[in-house]
């Protein structure tokens, strides 16, 4: 059959040029590590200035709880300083993320218990360390409010309690689904499609095109080493990834199964869908400037890193034609869960259309002559 | 019999220029036909029409009597190609490279297998059939990509520049190869080449090309005779005026003169005898000879004859016109 004799070309090719494989799962694998480590869970060592102006007992306690949270999840680095104007240039100049200020009449206003405030000036350019600061503020606020409301127990203030529904998991574990999705999308960028924009930007095209192949067999044999090189790195990253953060695979053989199905049908789709829009392009620069692009639209909207639910309502609907949503749903579900086949049959039957609808329109829109 | 290629009119443009202009003529079953021209001539858009590798904007063409346009799966399967640029696989063997090819003509294992050793045998890459491509030399790659073209059997081979870039040596390689596959196997040979020499040695009939129009077609001999005169006299004169350009063409043997930039082209039957006549006559009018020099008439001449410039000149020309206002369109496989 000759569009095997396509893909043995290209096997043949990529076998003899390792590095881009071997590049191209290293690359997750550090993503993996360095966005794991990059935001563990929540912030710590936020650099604050403490301006006291007030003497009561009242500032004394505020300075006490936010030291806790200095000493306990170091939260906080708290300096002190006298001159409020000197703290406020020092925040704006960026050498700390944000100044709190208890203000003279603090403790007076809680004898009286007339709203006493704790001053607040936050670096919003950071706005992830802003929210972060005002938020562990805001807590340490309500137990000094606790301290002195605790006889009004309507005024508790409500706690919160997260449930875990399956076994802890960290946040750089949640990122191995992702990161496989990321290995194959990586794998699909520069076989497949791009193995042929490689060929005619060489001018070497030109002899196989005066040879009986056809357009099929061109797409499919380029599409089939694509998902080969592809599934095989895929597993490679998984293998890496679950070693890295010491993550057990739930499940059994199925899982095992299933797993192997859905990266075939991830890198089938993809080099599908990227072989539809590189079928006519005929220089590299072309494939660097769209493939970073899809990577973007694709990968960030995918729930890999964010969860899906907390999108804007049109990123949501983006998401349900996104086959990396559906992807990473599904690795979600063997590899955290260890779910079984109905929990991914819906993931499977999106790409199985997908595929089927991807491969027709890369076929029609290739274009076979010089 | 029906031709092993037929074109009838075809004419190719891209935006702006006319790569081929209304070309209209036939191969022979067995010949070796030769295509000369210089750069940007239209040779390589002519041969990617015959191959299907292009449309051609009019006319029509055919390979063993199929239309090439109607029916281009049915003519690859009959043609081998070996482009201009050098396209075999650098990062496979030669062996690879042929066997991999085979497999897109669905030539059965056992065929291929007897094809590559003969092919490999042939072009003399027998012991450096295991090596990868890359590290070849420009002449063993073409070798190669010669018995490339030639692993399925075709009935016809395109062969576009083929000895472009090679030293002497290697080219001569690559006339006796062609000239030995031919004898053995009858097969036609379609060549395109801007070598004079080239034209000259290997090709039965030669068409020349220039700015996509055929300007002479026949065999090399016919071509060199048609243009009569037998030897140039190549002078620069001094104090050479219009009349005395009068006198030299009124002398019964002169057959004609041709004017290029400082000198003349004398063409003469037979310049042992001619040139007494003609010092006498340039020393009777004072006439200086400064410059001279005596040859047989070549394609060269020919070429001269048909397009009046020199080959080299229409290269120079061709690249001036690169340099100039606007970059040419990238071109694929224009260069090697
Ligand atoms: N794809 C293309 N797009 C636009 N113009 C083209 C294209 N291919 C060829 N041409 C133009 O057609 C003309 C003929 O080009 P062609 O490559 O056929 O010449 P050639 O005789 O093969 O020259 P060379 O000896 O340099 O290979 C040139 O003027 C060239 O610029
Ligand atoms: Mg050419």
Redesign the interface.
Known sequence: MRALAVSERDLKRFMRNPFVIIASIFMPLMYLVIMGNSFQGELKHLPVLLVNQDSGPYSRRVVELLQALEDGPRTLEITRENDQKKAVDMVRDGFYKGVIIIPPDFSKNVVKNVEPQVGLLLDNTDSISAGSISGVVSRAMAYLKADYLAVRPDRATPQLRSIELYKKIDYDASLVPGIIVMAIFMGTTFTGAFSLVMDKFLGIHESYLSTPLTRFDLVAGTIMSGVLITTIMSIIVMIGGLMITGIKLAGGIGTLVLLLVTMVLTALGLLSMIFTVLGRADHPRIVGVLVGFLNVIFYFPSGAVYPIESLPNWLRAFAKVNPEAYAVHAFKELILKGSGFTAIRGDLMFFVAFIAFMLCLATLTFKRTM | MAYAAEVKNIVKKFQSVTAVNDVSFSVNEGEIFGFLGPNGAGKTTLI?IL?????PTSGQASIRGIDVVKHP?LV??N?G?V?Q?L???L??TAY?NLN??G????VPKKERKESIDYLLGKVDLKDRAKD?VATYSGGMRRRL?IA?GLIHKPYILFLDEPTIGLDPQSRRVIWELLQKIRKETGLTIFITTHYMDEADVLCDRIGIIDYGKIVALDSPANLKRTIGGFDIIEVTLGNFGPEGMEKLKAMPFVKSVTEKDESLRIYVEDAAKSMPVLFEEFKKTGVIIEYLAIHEQTLEDVFIHYTGKTIREAETQKVNFFIGAGAPRRM??ARI
């Open positions: 990617r191959t299907c590798l292009m449309k799966s690859r399967r043609i190609v482009s640029a396209t075999s696989d990062d496979l690879e991999i090819y497999k897109y003509f669905d990868l990509e490339r694929p496989g």
